[in-house]
Nanobody, 124 residues
Framework: VQLQASGGGFVQSGGSLKLSCAFSGITPEFYAIGWFRQAPGKEREGVSCISSTDGKTKYRDSVKGRFTISRDNAKSTAYLQMNSLKPEDTAVYYC??????????????????WGKGTLITVSS
């Protein structure tokens, strides 16, 4: 199983970035996908997640209205569109996969597989 996050970089405050998470070795319809981040000196936190089949989503409060998660199971890829970025969004972003038995569920605990992170730096 592999998950590979990409699309990070340096952006000014107010800018946008789109992350991609390409996954292989899993059946997409059985796994919810989550995006997490870890800022320097802080614990990892869940940012957004999307269910495996019906596209239900969750967002942490600080990114609601700015970030949009999506997925394309045919391409085995999930995305995180990030708009209106703020310096406090600076972090290493990770994607992870969670084996689920409910195609409408996603969450931020019990992830089975993790990818390597991609760094996002937002300047003020």
């Amino acid at each position: 199983v592999q998950l590979q996050a990409s699309g990070g970089g340096f952006v000014q405050s107010g800018g946008s970035l789109k992350l991609s998470c390409a996954f292989s070795g899993i059946t997409p319809e059985f796994y919810a996908i989550g995006w997490f981040r870890q800022a320097p000196g802080k614990e990892r936190e869940g940012v957004s997640c999307i269910s495996s089949t019906d596209g239900k989503t969750k967002y942490r409060d600080s990114v609601k209205g700015r970030f949009t998660i999506s997925r394309d199971n045919a391409k085995s890829t999930a995305y995180l569109q990030m708009n209106s970025l703020k310096p406090e969004d600076t972090a290493v972003y990770y994607c992870a996969a969670d084996l689920v038995y409910n195609g409408s569920y996603c969450g931020f605990v019990g992830m089975e597989f993790w990818g390597k992170g991609t760094l996002i730096t937002v300047s003020s």
